[in-house]
T-cell receptor, first 113, second 113 residues
Framework: GEDVEQSLFLSVREGDSSVINCTYT??????LYWYKQEPGAGLQLLTY?????DMKQDQRLTVLLNKKDKHLSLRIADTQTGDSAIYFC?????????????FGAGTRLAVHP | DSGVTQTPKHLITATGQRVTLRCSPR?????VYWYQQSLDQGLQFLIQ???????AKGNILERFSAQQFPDLHSELNLSSLELGDSALYFC????????????FGQGTRLTVV
């Protein structure tokens, strides 16, 4: 089946690293995503990774993929107050022709001084 | 700015009414996707259109319908509205048939009273 799970809350101190975790169930998924949603705003695509990759780095963001455990993580280095938002993990199941994104419930990241 | 434009930003209407939400995809994108974000269901894929044709269908109610016009803008029609239809409705677009790099609009917040 298709299911994406995330923890709901994460609180970090400004300047620390944040790690947001996600697990997915569809073994056929080949694209996995992280989206950011700020209050009152739309969904911003942060980064995505192919399932044949283990890691992808983009400035302060590092995505790690453990295919065996179907576990995806997003690490934000030097977390700033502007990083406070909801972060959604998402997958695209292969079986649907890469049409629909299956989203997790979102992790609310709170950054405090 | 993702380049995807949704109007209106906010909509308040009464139960039983019908509304139309509008989406203009990024320039050059042929696919439009509609998603619903509600507190109880999270982010759910509703429907996809590619170059005017319906391509994929998700958890879309029969009271809801969509279309994509020759100029590639799309409209989502919601009828016989119920309180439970109150949600944020997002449109996303991609250049091809696959949703592998979807860019989202700011959303239309629908409140049914």
């Amino acid at each position: 089946g298709e299911d994406v799970e995330q923890s709901l809350f994460l609180s970090v101190r400004e300047g620390d690293s944040s790690v947001i975790n996600c697990t997915y169930t569809d073994s056929s998924s080949t694209y996995l995503y992280w989206y950011k949603q700020e209050p009152g705003a739309g969904l911003q695509l942060l980064t995505y990774i192919f399932s044949n990759m283990d890691m992808k780095q983009d400035q302060r963001l590092t995505v790690l993929l453990n295919k065996k455990d179907k576990h995806l993580s997003l690490r934000i280095a030097d977390t700033q107050t502007g990083d406070s938002a909801i972060y959604f993990c998402a997958e695209i199941p292969l079986g649907d022709g890469y049409n629909k994104l299956i989203f997790g419930a979102g992790t609310r990241l709170a950054v405090h001084p | 700015d993702s380049g995807v434009t949704q109007t209106p930003k906010h909509l308040i209407t009464a139960t039983g009414q019908r509304v139309t939400l509008r989406c203009s995809p990024r320039s050059g994108d042929l696919s439009v996707y509609w998603y619903q974000q509600s507190l109880d269901q999270g982010l759910q894929f509703l429907i996809q259109y590619y170059n005017g044709e319906e391509r994929a269908k998700g958890n879309i109610l029969e009271r809801f319908s969509a279309q994509q016009f020759p100029d590639l803008h799309s409209e989502l029609n919601l009828s016989s509205l119920e309180l439970g239809d109150s949600a944020l409705y997002f449109c996303a677009s991609t250049s091809g048939q696959e949703g592998t790099e979807a860019f989202f609009g700011q959303g239309t917040r629908l409140t049914v009273v």
